[in-house]
């Protein structure tokens, strides 16, 4: 099976993360519907977190990597090239 390349520029974790677990899911020749089985939920959950609209939550993404074979952190690590780009904070006070 062919894996797909990234479909994302990586600027936020929430796309970053979605992006890790489709293409761990493809490498494993894995379908929404078996990491829904695997995670014991709803197709329709893992579509909406799938494409990146709904976040993860942590103790998914621990069940995730044991089924898969890999470790959190990989699903959580951008990958090469990804640029990290966390929402700026709206509360921030003025520099000193």
Do not use: F, Y
């Amino acid at each position: 099976m062919e894996i797909p390349a990234p479909t994302h520029s990586g600027d936020t974790w929430q796309e970053i993360v979605a992006t890790n677990v489709r293409m761990a899911c493809a490498r494993a020749d894995w379908t929404q519907s078996d990491l829904a089985r695997a995670l014991g939920v709803s197709h329709g959950t893992v579509n909406i977190r799938w494409r990146g609209k709904r976040q993860w939550q942590l103790e998914d993404l621990e069940k995730i990597a044991s089924a898969l074979g890999t470790t959190p952190w990989d699903l959580i690590t951008p990958a090469p090239g990804d640029e990290w780009c966390p929402r700026p904070d709206s509360n921030r006070e003025p520099a000193d």
